[in-house]
């Protein structure tokens, strides 16, 4: 949720608001000793009430309301036929005349307009009290006139943020619609055979800024497309599956958020299980244990493993591991690197075998990059390992070729 939905067009739809905006709200109508505060937001022809603070009369004015503009003083005032300051409202014809000032009713009213960076008008920050105020004077204005424009500074932020919000919709949208990325394909090698064992299947977006996949997908979550944008990748990751290697698993990423949705078992329903992993990517974190363990046991209870990644980064990581009994544990990279120059990263390897071994766990180290690393893995009993001295991930053609000459030539023909 945003500081302020200060910004959205939906009319009649309660906001939460910043601490500051409701503050400066507070501030300013006590300071005038009036009943009322509020900003507004123009929409169409109507005035919608974004920030309130109005105890005991929230009936008059609250959070979403909408009251068409020419049935308030706002159009008068940016006019000039009324000024920002009104003392006693039945002081002025036209506020007299208005039906609003003896139906709520307002004598004393002052309002200063909202703008945008532009300089359109975004709306108005008002206070009133159903009782005539002579005191008010010029000092008070400039004071309104002063606060508002903290007030404005928050909705200017908003805007920008909403902005940049939905310039990230889009392009997500765009991505997904137009399949504006390609899946690459990484082989999971034994260690001992050097056989394919299994295939990660990765992404890499086409659409600009290029930038790394991690990237594109925090965006994605940023704006609630998180999980759209993955099933999308995993969907065109599958379709593949009947050309890798025979004996060979597929590993297809997915994070706890989109495990969650329950939208994976029916997409991979379709496919033989015994070949299907999904790997749990723990980089967003589980905020609702109940609901992915409810998911993850349907996926075992089709035949699909689980696996997950990152195994050992740390105390939250190994925690998670735990509960939940992974098929497949894949170490993290960090135990990986220069573990032939480091005793304490082979504990912690050494550590992760007996782990996996007691479980009944495969497991696969990432991010093999030296030989040394390679074989110091294998000497400790890690039995599948993939990283770049091994394969680069590949684009499918690529990879057909390498591991899968007949059916290379059969998917070109």
Request: with cysteine.
């Amino acid at each position: 949720m945003s500081r302020l939905d200060v910004i959205g067009p939906h009319m009649g739809q309660p906001a939460d608001v910043p601490d500051v905006i409701t503050d400066t709200i507070r501030t300013m109508r006590t300071h005038l000793g009036m009943e009322i505060g509020y900003l507004s937001e123009f929409v169409g022809d109507d005035l919608v009430f974004r920030a309130v603070d109005a105890p005991g009369l929230e009936d008059l004015a609250k959070i979403g309301d909408a009251r068409s503009r020419s049935e308030t003083y706002c159009n008068h005032i940016l006019s000039g036929a009324l000024p920002q300051l009104m003392a006693d409202t039945l002081d002025y014809p036209i506020a007299a005349a208005l039906p609003i000032t003896q139906a709520i009713p307002i004598r004393a009213h002052v309002s200063v307009p909202i703008e945008r960076s532009d300089g359109s008008i975004y709306g108005m920050f008002c206070c009133l009290s159903p009782q005539p105020n002579k005191t008010l004077n010029d000092r008070d204005l400039q004071l309104m006139r002063s606060f508002a424009r903290l007030a404005q500074s928050e909705v200017q932020r908003e805007l920008e943020g909403k902005s940049r919000r939905q310039a990230t919709l889009d392009v997500i949208h765009n991505v997904v619609e137009q399949q504006n990325f390609k899946i690459v394909y990484q082989p999971i090698f034994s260690l001992e055979t050097g056989d394919v064992s299994g295939v990660e299947a990765l992404c890499r977006f086409e659409a600009e800024p290029y930038r790394p996949p991690n990237l594109w997908f925090d965006d994605a979550a940023g704006v609630g497309l998180g999980e759209m944008l993955e099933v999308c990748v995993i969907e065109a990751a599958i379709a593949n599956l009947h050309l890798l290697p025979p004996g060979a698993y597929l590993s297809l990423n997915a994070s706890p958020q989109t495990v969650a949705t329950g939208l994976l078992a029916p997409i991979l329903q379709a496919f033989p299980p015994e070949v299907l992993v999904v790997e749990v990517t723990e980089h967003i974190g589980v905020s609702d244990w109940a609901t992915l363990d409810r998911e993850l046991d349907k996926l075992r209870d089709m035949g699909i493993r689980i696996a997950i990644d990152d195994a050992g980064a740390g105390y939250a990581g190994l925690q998670h591991m735990v509960r939940l009994r992974p098929d497949i544990i894949k170490l993290d990279r960090s135990l990986v690197d220069r573990v032939d120059e480091d005793p304490a990263r082979r504990s912690l390897c050494a550590a992760m075998v007996h782990y996996a071994t007691e479980t009944g766990a495969a497991l696969v180290a990432e991010g093999i990059e030296r030989k040394e690393e390679e074989d110091v893995l294998r000497s400790l009993g890690v039995h599948l390992g993939q990283g770049f001295l091994l394969a680069k991930p590949m684009p499918l053609d690529a990879f057909l070729d390498a591991y899968c000459p007949t059916k290379s030539q059969a998917h070109v023909n």
